[in-house]
């Protein structure tokens, strides 16, 4: 497939190959597909990839996952048309679906739901008519850009509509995600045993009024540049 290229879970790296949420030890599979740039990665779960369990009827092991997404892509050669919200989940704001037609063709098109960004695709239909392109030029060069543009849209589109939750950096993210863990085991703990003290992180002080520095010259004004580049994103957070 041009998607991308088929990786072993448990042979990725997680500092160099972006997964996604996937579980490198067998609970989301032995398999998946990712695709990368120079600047840019992404990885693609895939349902038919990932085990169905006996046990786990409503199959909910791969819903947490395709629930989450905002871009879903659906290879639909049901003979029928695909229903907005089959896929249940708070985003899954655009789904591109995949329609084999004869002569090794597919018909592409964009589903969006209502409170999802609106998309526009003049560069490839023009009103009143269906263009449909081969396989290798649907797979390899349309679905993968134009994930990655429907991905940065929706994404804007979600921090715009949750104000109090605006889009962070990887960093960023993970800086709140250990922040929330810290907090919670200091609750549990405190919950377990209350005579201990519930410790909260210390709150900002001002930094204590210094002497006047001399007058600055290039090279000490250089070297505050790069130390105030360094930021603390605590504020954020």
């Not at 190959?17 to 895939?46: K, N, R, S």
């Not at 871009?71 to 919200?85: A, P, Q, T, W």
């Not at 543009?149 to 589109?157: E, G, I, K, R």
């Amino acid at each position: 497939t041009g998607l991308g290229r088929l990786i072993e879970l448990k042979d990725c790296q997680p500092d160099k190959v972006y997964l996604g949420g996937l579980d490198v030890c067998g609970e989301d599979g032995q398999f998946t597909y990712c695709w990368h740039d120079d600047i840019m990665q992404a990885v693609f779960h895939i349902a038919t990839l990932m085990p169905t369990k006996d046990v786990d009827k409503h199959r909910c092991d791969k819903k947490r996952h395709l629930g989450n997404d905002f871009v879903s892509i659906i290879y639909n050669d049901s003979g029928e048309d695909f229903k907005l919200g089959t896929i249940k989940g708070q985003f899954n704001f655009v789904h591109v679906i995949i329609t084999p037609l004869d002569y090794k063709c597919n018909l592409l098109t964009l589903q969006c739901r209502k409170d999802g960004p609106a998309c526009k695709c003049e560069w490839w239909r023009q009103p009143g008519e269906i263009v449909v392109w081969a396989l290798p030029v649907v797979m390899e060069l349309t679905v993968t850009i134009l994930l990655c543009h429907l991905q940065m849209a929706s994404q804007v589109h979600h921090s715009r509509s949750n104000p109090t939750d605006i889009y962070p950096s990887k960093w960023i993210a993970r800086l709140r995600h250990i922040k929330r863990l810290r907090q919670r085991i200091r609750e549990e703990v405190h919950y377990s045993n209350p005579s201990l003290p519930l410790m909260h992180p210390p709150a900002h002080t001002k930094a204590p009024a210094q002497a006047p520095e001399a007058t600055p010259t290039y090279e000490t004004g250089q070297r505050k540049r790069l130390i105030s580049s360094v930021d603390d994103f605590t504020e954020f957070v």
